[in-house]
Every structure is written in structure tokens, then in C-alpha cells.
């Protein structure tokens, strides 16, 4: 017998099974590509070479090779798409609603370079589900921030109160003291997708990208910079460095140090009483504007309902971190859940960590490494997969004009608080 949850699941099976299939066909592309790149990677000399094929890397890879071809190499020291690091699962969000009128600007060009991969592949990366910024009366997160920031960046939202979120999204409880703001164009980005699309793409215009080839030595020669791995050595005109976790053991090799945490983050996947009362069409993407902030999505890629937890506090290892969730963190988001979102959470369908890596003012690095010439770097800062898109376009200017289009004053990687010898952290965004 057909259950309600099975009818209101059906929607998402018949659009996993859509993709999955036109995935199944780029994969054979991609198998085929690979085989031909098995001879094509003995060249040791490029343009560009992107170290990193994350959210960030990948986007550059494909930004770059737009312009510059087959003269574009990809490095990945793990597998293509391995759970490691910050950037692979279903969803992220991607929202216009931020602090400053400078991320606000951002995020608009954020929306129109993920278009322009939406064209160029036939495949979806971004899905509009409108989103909540909650915010309790005396939060950690002023919401007027946000407001102001809106409104000079000229986008529209609603503020409403408690009453009116439960009214048109019943399946919350809110207290009176709680107030909210509605931006229509949120929603989530397909991680996992959106890299393997960017990576595609970038194949597709030539670029040879390979994985499980970490880097031994980085060193900057006269006009050149040079790339040793463990099997090949490699020379090329500019470097861009997408490291994520691993951006300071890269950095070290050009003697470059910055504070940076990498954190071991927590989302939990939730079996819901009703599948179709969480449906993209019918429960938006959320963020909940307090200390502890949380956030969460809509049924997506998994048969459940994702709630994760910002900035959980463990500082950890890239390279020794546990894989396995800590149950006190579970069990804390379980409860936010069952205070807030009473119908979200009738068991755990999956439980499972990933890293940030933090900068002390949690805004983003984008430029020129200092002391060198030709060397450039990305840091997201824990917030960043919704502009890897266009930070990947950025990164190409970087790399072949010298110059972006976009001001990334505030994103220097010499800025004050980055030379400080013990620099106040402050992760509230």
C-alpha cells in the first residue's frame, strides 16, 4: 500500500533517478576523458595550475579553462569527490541575505556565475526553496544587520513575526521574542554536483585535472612557479592554491604561515513525520541567528531533513580528525530540532562530520600570497561554497590578469588581523 510519505517522496525519487541517469552518461564521457588524459599528463608544462579540487578549485579549474584551455592542470591529493575536507555532500546554502553590503554584491555575482554553468552544462546546480533568517530577541546575530545590507543592496525581503513564519510555515514553534526575515531567491546549492559539473566542464575545454597526486614541493623560480608531487614535477605561469584544510601545509612551502582553525563540523539528516511537509515546495532553507547558530534545509538528495550546527567548536587535525559524529553534538542539534521543529525529527537517517577552515574574522582570503609574485590562494572561511563559482572566476583574473573584477578589499591575505601574533577570533557572520 502507497503511504503518504511514499507519495511525497515520489517527487524526489523521480528526479534523483532523472539525474543519476544523465550523470550515468557524464561519467562514461568522463571515463573516456580520463583515458585519453593518461597521456596527455606527461606534459609538465601550463599556464595555470589549480592545487585543490574542492568547491573552490574546482570552480577555478573551470573558470580558467575557459580562457586558457588545455594550458590548465588540476591537482587533487585524494580521490576526485573524497569526503575529507568541507566541500562534498547534497546541499549548501546559497542566499543574497548577509551582514555587509560587500557580501551582499557578492552574492549576486555568486547567482549569475552558477547560471552560467547552469547553461553551460544542461545540468541543475542551484534550487530556489526561499529562505528564514530566525532571530531571537537578544541574539548573537543582529538581524538588522542584515536589513540594512539588503535594502542599500537594493533586494527585496519580509520581516515577519513568529506568528506569521508558523503561520505560513506551521511546521516551526517559535517563541513570541522571535523575529524573521524572508529573501525569496534563497536556497541550496547541489554540492556534491555543482563540483563534479565544474569539473566536467573544465575536462571538456581541455584541462587535464588529476587526483591522489599530493604535492611535496612548491617553489617560485624567476616568472615561473614550480610543482613537484610525488610522481611528476611540473612548472607553470601562475598557481592558484585551493587547499582548504591543507592551505597551510601548501603555504609552507613558500614560507607562509596564517591563523587559521580548521573545525570538525556536525549535520544530521532526520527522518520526518510527514516527507511532504519538508518538500523543497513547501519548507524553506533556514538559518537560526544565535549563538549556538543552526541551520537546516528541506528534504534533498537524502530521504530526511539535514540540520547542521555552525561553528560546533572542535578545532581538529585535517589529517587525524575523526570520521566518526560525536553523539553529545548529535544529540544537541537532535534537541534544537525537536524545540523548534517538532514534525522534522522521528530518528537519525545518517549523522556525519566535515571540516571548515576558519580565518579569525571569518571573512574570506582572495588574493595574491604574500612574497610571491605569482602565487594565488582562496580560503572560504566556513561560508564560502555558495560563491565557489564566482571565487573560482575571481581566482582566474587573479591568475591571468593580475586583477579581478569584483572588489576584494577585505579579503587580503596580509590584512591586520592575519599578521597578528595571537589575533581575536570572531566567527559570528
Request: with cysteine; charged share 25%.
Amino acid at each position: 500500500m502507497e503511504t503518504t510519505n511514499d507519495r511525497a517522496d515520489a517527487p524526489t525519487r523521480e528526479y534523483r533517478r532523472a539525474v543519476t541517469s544523465r550523470w550515468n552518461d557524464r561519467d562514461r564521457r568522463n571515463r573516456d576523458h580520463d583515458f585519453y588524459s593518461h597521456f596527455v599528463t606527461t606534459r609538465t608544462n601550463f599556464s595555470t595550475i589549480v592545487l585543490g579540487l574542492g568547491g573552490i578549485g574546482s570552480g577555478a579549474a573551470y573558470w580558467l579553462s575557459r580562457r586558457q584551455g588545455d594550458d590548465v592542470l588540476g591537482i587533487e591529493q585524494f580521490p576526485l569527490g573524497h569526503l575529507r575536507g568541507g566541500s562534498e555532500d547534497h546541499s549548501r546554502i546559497i542566499r543574497l541575505s548577509y551582514h555587509t553590503p560587500h557580501y551582499v554584491e557578492l552574492a549576486k555575482q555568486a547567482y549569475a556565475a552558477w547560471e552560467q554553468v547552469e547553461v553551460e552544462s544542461g545540468e541543475p546546480v542551484v534550487l530556489r526553496t526561499g529562505g528564514l533568517d530566525l532571530a531571537p530577541a537578544g541574539g548573537a546575530i543582529p538581524l538588522a544587520d542584515y536589513t540594512d545590507a539588503l535594502t542599500r543592496s537594493a533586494v527585496a525581503y519580509e520581516k515577519l513575526d513568529a506568528s506569521e513564519v508558523m503561520r505560513r510555515w506551521p511546521q516551526w514553534r517559535l517563541p513570541d521574542h522571535v523575529e524573521a526575515i524572508y529573501q525569496e531567491k534563497t536556497g541550496l546549492a547541489m554540492a556534491s554536483r555543482a563540483n563534479d559539473t565544474h569539473r566536467a566542464l573544465a575536462r571538456s575545454n581541455g584541462a587535464t585535472l588529476v587526483d591522489n597526486e599530493p604535492v611535496v614541493s612548491i617553489r617560485e623560480s624567476g616568472s615561473e612557479v614550480e610543482v613537484v608531487t610525488e610522481t611528476a614535477s611540473y612548472r607553470c605561469a601562475s598557481l592558484v592554491i585551493c587547499g582548504g584544510a591543507w592551505t597551510n601545509r601548501s603555504l609552507a612551502h613558500l614560507g607562509v604561515s596564517l591563523p587559521l582553525d580548521v573545525t570538525l563540523e556536525h549535520v544530521v539528516y532526520t527522518i520526518p513525520d510527514m516527507a511532504l511537509d519538508f518538500h523543497p515546495t513547501r519548507f524553506p532553507v533556514w538559518i537560526w541567528m544565535d549563538e549556538p547558530c543552526f541551520y537546516g534545509f528541506p528534504i534533498f538528495g537524502e530521504p530526511a531533513v539535514k540540520t547542521a550546527w555552525d561553528r560546533c567548536g572542535w578545532v581538529t587535525d585535517p589529517d587525524t580528525r575523526s570520521f566518526e559524529p560525536d553523539a553529545e553534538t548529535v544529540a544537541r542539534i537532535r534537541r534544537f530540532a525537536a524545540e523548534h521543529l517538532p514534525g522534522s525529527d522521528r530518528g537519525v537517517h545518517l549523522a556525519k562530520n566535515c571540516l571548515y577552515t576558519l580565518t579569525p574574522d571569518r571573512d574570506f582570503i582572495l588574493d595574491r600570497v604574500p612574497g610571491t609574485e605569482h602565487v594565488f590562494m582562496a580560503v572560504g572561511a566556513g561560508h564560502a561554497f555558495k560563491f565557489a563559482s564566482v571565487i573560482g572566476r575571481l581566482l582566474s583574473e587573479l591568475a591571468i590578469d593580475g586583477t579581478a573584477s569584483f572588489d576584494l578589499s577585505g579579503f587580503e591575505a596580509d590584512r591586520a588581523i592575519l599578521t597578528e601574533p595571537d589575533p581575536v577570533r570572531s566567527y559570528m557572520v
